[in-house]
C-alpha cells in the first residue's frame, strides 16, 4: 500500500477508533480503499485535480453531495483538498450482466440522475462536453510529443463529422462514466458512485456509454433508447445516439493516450488504448466512414 495515503487517511479527523486500511482493487483514476473504523466501514478516495482530464474535486464533491440527497449516491462524510469519505455500501458491485438483468430500473436511475440533480446543486458548476473534451486531449497530446502525434488530425476530423451528425443536442446533467462497476446494488436498490466526470452534456453520452462499455446489442440499444425517452425509436435518433456513442469511445481511447503520460497507476493504458482505437475505428468505419 502507498505510505504516502495511508498517512493522508490516518491523520484526518474523523475517525472514532483505531482504524484498519485495506485497497481497493480495480481503479485507474484514483487511489481507494476500505476502512474500518470499530464497528463502521466508509469507502475512501483519494486523488487530487487531474487539469488534463478536466476532473476537478469541487466538481465532484458538488455532485456527489447532490447525488445522496436525490438517493442515487452513497452520502460523502468528509473531504478535504486530495480525499473523500463516503458511507460504505455494501452490496453487489455490477458487471456487464448485471446491467442487462436490470436494465429498466438502471435506466430509470440515469434518468433520474439527467432530471434531478440540478435541482440540488450550489454555485459554479461544470459542462463536460463531449466535443471539447476531444479537442482538449488533442491539443495536450500535441504539447507533450505523444507517440500518436501523426493520427491525431483524423480523429479529430472523425470528431468533427461526429458533432455534426449528433447536433442539435439536448443538455441534461450526466454521470459520464457509466461503467458496470460504478453501479452497486443491495436492498435499498442501486446506487451509483463514482461522479468525477459528471457534467452538463446530452443524455446520449451517457446512454452510449453504457451499451458500449457493456456491449450492448443493437436490439438492446432501442429497448434502452425506447424505454428512456418513452416512445418509438425514430431513425433520426438513432443515428444521433450512434454518432455520439463513437465519440464516447473516441473521448476514452485519447483519455488513455493521455494517461499513458501522465498517470502512475499500474495499468497498462497503452493495450486500454490500443483496444478502444480498434473498437472505435470499427464502428465509425462502419457507421461514419468519410468518403
Given at each position: 500500500m502507498d505510505k504516502n495515503n495511508i498517512a493522508l487517511i490516518s491523520s484526518i479527523k474523523f475517525w472514532k477508533h483505531e482504524i484498519k486500511i485495506s485497497p481497493v482493487e480495480g481503479g485507474i483514476t484514483n487511489k481507494n480503499y476500505l476502512i474500518n473504523d470499530g464497528p463502521k466501514k466508509y469507502f475512501v478516495r483519494i486523488g487530487d485535480d487531474i487539469p488534463e482530464h478536466l476532473v476537478f474535486r469541487n466538481n465532484e464533491i458538488q455532485a456527489s453531495n447532490a447525488a445522496a440527497k436525490i438517493g442515487v449516491g452513497p452520502e460523502l462524510l468528509f473531504h478535504d483538498k486530495s480525499i473523500q469519505v463516503f458511507d460504505f455500501i455494501n452490496g453487489k458491485t455490477f458487471n456487464s450482466n448485471d446491467i442487462k438483468k436490470n436494465l429498466e430500473e438502471v435506466t430509470k436511475l440515469i434518468k433520474k440522475v439527467h432530471v434531478k440533480i440540478p435541482d440540488q446543486l450550489i454555485g459554479q458548476s461544470v459542462i463536460f462536453w463531449v466535443f471539447y473534451v476531444i479537442k482538449n486531449y488533442k491539443n495536450f497530446l500535441e504539447r507533450n510529443k505523444s507517440s500518436y502525434i501523426k493520427i491525431l488530425p483524423d480523429l479529430l476530423k472523425k470528431s468533427i463529422k461526429l458533432e455534426g451528425i449528433g447536433s442539435p443536442f439536448d443538455i441534461v446533467f450526466s454521470h459520464n462514466d457509466l461503467l458496470p462497476a460504478n453501479f452497486i446494488q443491495n436492498k435499498n436498490g442501486i446506487w451509483l458512485i463514482d461522479w468525477e466526470y459528471a457534467g452538463f452534456n446530452t443524455p446520449l453520452f451517457d446512454?452510449?456509454?453504457?451499451?458500449?462499455?457493456?456491449?450492448?446489442?443493437?436490439?438492446?440499444?432501442?429497448?434502452?433508447?425506447?424505454?428512456?425517452?418513452?416512445?418509438?425509436?425514430?431513425?433520426?435518433?438513432?443515428?444521433?445516439?450512434?454518432?455520439?456513442?463513437?465519440?464516447?469511445?473516441?473521448?476514452?481511447?485519447?483519455?488513455?493516450?493521455?494517461?499513458?503520460?501522465?498517470?502512475?497507476?499500474?495499468?497498462?493504458?497503452?493495450?486500454?488504448?490500443?483496444?478502444?482505437?480498434?473498437?472505435?475505428?470499427?464502428?465509425?468505419?462502419?457507421?461514419?466512414?468519410?468518403?
Open positions: 446512454l452510449g456509454g453504457l451499451a458500449s462499455n457493456n456491449e450492448f446489442t443493437e436490439k438492446e440499444e432501442e429497448g434502452l433508447l425506447e424505454n428512456y425517452f418513452e416512445k418509438k425509436l425514430s431513425s433520426e435518433l438513432f443515428i444521433k445516439y450512434k454518432a455520439i456513442k463513437c465519440a464516447s469511445l473516441l473521448r476514452e481511447t485519447m483519455w488513455s493516450m493521455v494517461s499513458e503520460i501522465t498517470s502512475n497507476i499500474d495499468f497498462d493504458y497503452k493495450s486500454y488504448t490500443a483496444d478502444n482505437l480498434s473498437k472505435f475505428n470499427k464502428v465509425f468505419n462502419e457507421e461514419f466512414k468519410i468518403n
